[in-house]
């Protein structure tokens, strides 16, 4: 099946700082990928829709200038947490489809100190 | 609005069958999804049911009922590998999950 990369997997992070995350499609392109929060014990919350080429889709609640989605290419989708604080420590999953099947990446966990 | 209700938690003996249930409310929908998640892994796709009826995947099955708003995951033989996380997803067009339910903590004990 296809194969959904993140990186990095393990981020510790002073509160205040900007954290970066991408994910990638590695062997499909994908122009739409969605990118998830998942804290402890908790399902997913999809928190925005990333579309190669123009701005992403914010869930409601979930602020656009904090989480920053970029899709500049057809395997490629970064997410910037933006002045990070500790409850922003979460693990961020990001997905995309090929057909009608979702592949996940492997998450990103983050911990803002 | 759009939601989801699974059980919590369900506890299973190896090598039976066991059936996760989901009811939802949507407005609309193109399709529910199951997914399977190990802790501290990523959800993995199980089965994906766009018409009511059963899809069978090998020792997974899933139910659609649109006009019951409900769905249901069975997994058969039941292996100790089993035990997971499960979430009923509603799809919206384009493979857009919609909401996912909260999960169902399956264990699976000898």
């Known amino acids: 099946g296809a194969v959904v990369s993140q990186h990095p997997s393990w981020v510790i992070c002073k509160s205040g700082t900007s954290v970066k995350i991408e994910c990638r499609s590695l062997?499909?392109?994908?122009?739409?990928m969605f990118w998830y929060r998942q804290f402890p014990k908790q399902s997913l919350m999809l928190m925005a829709t990333?579309?190669?080429?123009?701005?992403?889709?914010?869930e409601q609640g979930v602020e656009k200038d904090k989480f920053l989605i970029n899709h500049a290419s057809l395997t490629l989708s970064t997410l910037t947490v933006t002045s990070a604080h500790p409850e922003d420590s979460s693990f961020y999953i990001c997905?995309?489809?090929?057909?009608?099947?979702?592949?996940f990446g492997p998450g990103t966990r983050l911990l803002v100190l | 609005g759009q939601s989801l209700e699974q059980p919590s938690e369900v506890t299973a003996v190896e090598g039976a069958i066991v059936q996760i249930n989901c009811t939802y409310q949507?407005?609309?929908?193109?399709?529910l999804s199951w997914y399977q998640q190990h802790d501290g892994g990523a959800p993995t796709f199980l089965s994906y049911?766009?018409?009511?009826g059963l899809e069978e995947t090998g020792r997974f099955s899933s139910f659609l009922s649109r006009s019951d708003s409900y769905g249901y995951l069975l997994l058969q033989e039941l292996q100790m590998k089993d035990s997971a996380s499960y979430f009923c997803?509603?799809?919206?067009?384009?493979?857009?999950?919609?909401?996912f339910g909260k999960g169902t903590r399956l264990s699976v004990i000898a």
């Open positions: 997905s995309a489809s090929e057909g009608e099947t979702q592949y």
């Open positions: 062997d499909f392109q994908a122009t739409t």
């Open positions: 990333s579309n190669e080429g123009s701005k992403a889709t914010y």
């Open positions: 949507t407005s609309g929908f193109y399709g």
């Open positions: 049911n766009a018409l009511d």
């Open positions: 997803v509603l799809e919206g067009s384009g493979n857009t999950p919609l909401v």
